[in-house]
């Protein structure tokens, strides 16, 4: 997202409820974009998850919240982790919104910044094919990818 871009929509996000932001800044111009951060049916694979009301989870590139939110709502604690300062700082402005306190980490999958078996969950919707994007030389994005998986399987509590 464009520095520009980051600057409007935190502006928006400021000035009236999220989701009414979301549908002046993106329903015309990328329609597909506003569908997938305001439908709030992109939640429900959460339904199924057995995700304990008291559980600790790690949502890996949170975007717009679509699940993390949901998850604290629910009653989890949750870790959103993201590569951008600007990304956390407009999922903080909607989780405002919604009353839902995340720990908000800048950081990725590959340097990753938790202990072993912390997380009841960690969910990386849409974020495991960029991993390993501006990967450091000699590593594949296979290999990337391999270890983000190996990094968010010790995230995980046994069991």
Same mark, same amino acid.
């Given at each position: 997202?464009?520095?520009?871009?980051?600057?409007?929509?935190?502006?928006?996000?400021?000035?009236?409820? =999220?989701?009414?932001?979301?549908?002046?800044?993106?329903?015309?111009?990328?329609?597909?974009?506003?569908?997938?951060?305001?439908?709030?049916?992109?939640?429900? #694979?959460?339904?199924?998850? +057995?995700?304990?009301?008291?559980? /600790?989870?790690? !949502?890996? +590139?949170?975007? =717009?919240?679509? %699940?993390?939110? #949901?998850? /604290?709502?629910?009653?989890?604690?949750?870790?959103?982790?993201? %590569?951008?300062? !600007? @990304?956390? @700082?407009?999922?903080?402005?909607?989780?405002?919104?919604?009353?839902?306190?995340?720990?908000?980490?800048?950081?990725?999958?590959?340097?990753? #910044?938790?202990?072993?078996?912390?997380?009841? %969950?960690?969910?990386?919707?849409?974020? %495991?094919? =960029?991993?390993?994007?501006?990967? +450091?030389?000699?590593?594949?994005? @296979?290999?990337?990818?391999?270890?983000?998986?190996?990094?968010? +399987? @010790?995230?995980?509590?046994?069991?």
């Amino acid at each position: 997202m464009p520095d520009e871009t980051v600057g409007k929509v935190l502006e928006t996000l400021a000035s009236k409820p =999220w989701r009414e932001a979301i549908r002046e800044l993106y329903e015309k111009e990328k329609p597909w974009l506003c569908r997938i951060v305001t439908d709030s049916s992109r939640s429900m #694979p959460l339904e199924v998850l +057995g995700v304990p009301k008291d559980g /600790v989870c790690l !949502d890996v +590139g949170s975007g =717009w919240g679509q %699940l993390c939110i #949901p998850l /604290v709502q629910w009653g989890c604690k949750v870790v959103a982790l993201d %590569l951008t300062l !600007d @990304r956390l @700082r407009i999922l903080r402005s909607i989780a405002r919104q919604e009353g839902a306190g995340l720990t908000l980490v800048k950081g990725n999958m590959l340097s990753f #910044p938790f202990r072993e078996g912390i997380f009841d %969950l960690v969910l990386l919707n849409g974020t %495991l094919e =960029w991993v390993g994007t501006g990967r +450091g030389a000699g590593r594949t994005i @296979r290999q990337c990818q391999i270890e983000a998986l190996k990094n968010a +399987g @010790r995230a995980v509590k046994s069991g």
